[in-house]
């Protein structure tokens, strides 16, 4: 009797937990209606991408746009952002943010972030550095074709890849400007429609719109935007520059069905908008901002409200270049303006040409034939290198004139002591042209070992015994 009972509460216990499990599940609060998200964020290497997202984040950026404020992954990066609901005082969802390394080659580790289970729940972001302008066309068309060649390897089923295209087809269909009141409440928290716009005739696409359908959402993502006015000042970029650059980066936008910011997180220009407005594309939550293309620095084209008539109006205000000029003609990558310069070795002076050239210019005749002028052209002798275990640098046996040199050179200098100084320095420089290597100095005249070398210790201290006599010959007299 007592198994039979505990049997059937059992069963009516866990009963009882789904029950509250189901209900905390089904609850009213939208947090736990709102499927998985994912952001692909992708772009060259220091284009920003870290940045912007630690911005978006409510980190505080680094001043420039450059990856350097933390530690980074290698190859993948995780990190999410917390999605504020205005009608809903906690976190309503968190849209998870994978950052892909600046490189092609690791382009197969899109496969954990963007696969056949995911794909309809991730939107790719593409960061541009518009510091560089003349790179920002090649890199976007280079990661446009990383995703598409990725999306394309996915073994995606037909009819889900054309349910996916024509849900980006509806996407630029369906937009209306925020000031129209049918754009306030467009769809709810759960992505369902809850006006009627549904039954909204839609209009086909345009020219050139569409043309690459990669099934999901996409947002370009300019960043360094405030780098324009030094581009003006350094690189003589004009506002046509700027139009000719915006121009071919709607083109290619419209061709894919993407979106176009500009935004700087050194004055966190545009930052709130891209926010608000990647939410509004993971969650279909309302969004309120209109397009803007006036101000050249916080350029905002939401997808489907772009068109190739509007782009038009925008290369009639091109007038010295023509709107059909290849790109990177118009805007070419400037010179360096610190060229590479050759390093040139510093070598040494050999002492013994050096002392011929000081007793040279002391006009010193020579004792060993020759003027010193001559003798000092004639000694083409290499610098001295550094000397192997097996010999003696020469400038070993002369430590000890160095204190004299600097006395000679004093007692020349000081007042007072005229032509004795001078003449006095140059019989020292005399003695140590005198002297024989410090080998033979060391075999003596006879070869016997440790035999003195003529004009050696004599010649050194008959000349200390000259400065000593002329320093106080320098030195004035005490009375």
């Not at 997202?53 to 995780?78: F, H, S, T, W």
């Not at 790719?124 to 995703?147: E, F, H, N, R």
């Not at 210019?361 to 290499?382: D, K």
Request: net charge negative; with cysteine; proline share 5%.
């Amino acid at each position: 009797m007592l198994d039979k009972s505990k049997s059937k509460e059992g069963p009516q216990q866990e009963d009882l937990w789904s029950s509250i499990l189901n209900d905390v599940r089904t609850s009213s609060t939208p947090r736990h209606r709102v499927a998985a998200r994912n952001l692909i964020v992708v772009g060259d290497v220091n284009s920003g991408k870290n940045a912007i997202i630690d911005r978006l984040r409510r980190k505080d950026a680094p001043n420039n746009a450059l990856e350097v404020d933390e530690a980074r992954g290698c190859g993948m990066e995780y990190t999410y952002l917390d999605v504020h609901y205005e009608d809903f005082d906690d976190v309503f969802a968190r849209l998870g943010v994978w950052i892909l390394d600046g490189d092609e080659k690791y382009q197969p580790l899109l496969i954990d972030c963007l696969n056949e289970k995911n794909i309809e729940e991730a939107v790719c972001m593409l960061v541009l550095d518009l510091s560089k302008p003349w790179s920002v066309v090649a890199a976007l068309q280079k990661w446009l074709t990383v995703l598409s060649e990725h999306i394309n390897s996915l073994k995606i089923d037909p009819k889900q890849r054309k349910d996916m295209e024509e849900k980006q087809v509806k996407l630029f269909q369906s937009y209306v400007e925020p000031s129209d009141s049918t754009a306030v409440a467009t769809t709810g928290a759960a992505g369902a429609a809850t006006t009627a716009e549904d039954e909204k005739v839609l209009l086909p696409l345009g020219e050139d719109v569409l043309v690459a359908n990669l099934g999901i959402p996409i947002v370009i993502v300019a960043t360094k935007s405030d780098s324009f006015t030094q581009l003006e000042k350094e690189e003589d970029f004009s506002e046509e520059h700027f139009d000719f650059i915006q121009m071919h980066l709607r083109r290619l936008c419209l061709k894919y069905g993407a979106a176009l910011v500009y935004a700087s997180t050194k004055d966190s220009r545009n930052c709130e908008l891209l926010y608000s407005y990647l939410i509004h594309v993971a969650y279909q939550l309302p969004f309120k901002s209109s397009a803007t293309v006036v101000d050249r620095d916080a350029i905002f084209v939401p997808i489907g409200w772009d068109s190739s008539k509007k782009i038009a109006l925008l290369q009639e205000q091109i007038t010295s270049m023509s709107s059909e000029d290849a790109f990177e003609e118009r805007i070419v990558e400037p010179p360096s303006r610190k060229p590479a310069q050759d390093q040139v070795p510093i070598t040494a002076e050999a002492d013994q040409i050096f002392l011929l050239r000081q007793q040279a210019h002391l006009g010193i005749p020579s004792t060993s034939g020759g003027s010193a002028q001559t003798r000092a052209g004639e000694a083409g002798v290499p610098a001295r290198t550094t000397p192997t275990n097996n010999s003696r640098s020469p400038r070993t046996d002369r430590k000890p004139s160095s204190g004299a040199s600097a006395a000679a050179s004093a007692a020349a200098t000081t007042a007072g002591g005229g032509q004795t100084g001078e003449t006095v320095l140059a019989s020292f420089f005399q003695s140590l042209l005198q002297k024989k290597p410090v080998g033979a100095a060391g075999r003596g005249a006879a070869g016997a070992p440790g035999a003195p070398a003529a004009g050696g210790a004599g010649a050194g201290a008959g000349g200390m015994a000259d400065l000593r006599a002329a320093l106080d010959k320098s030195q004035p007299k005490k009375s």
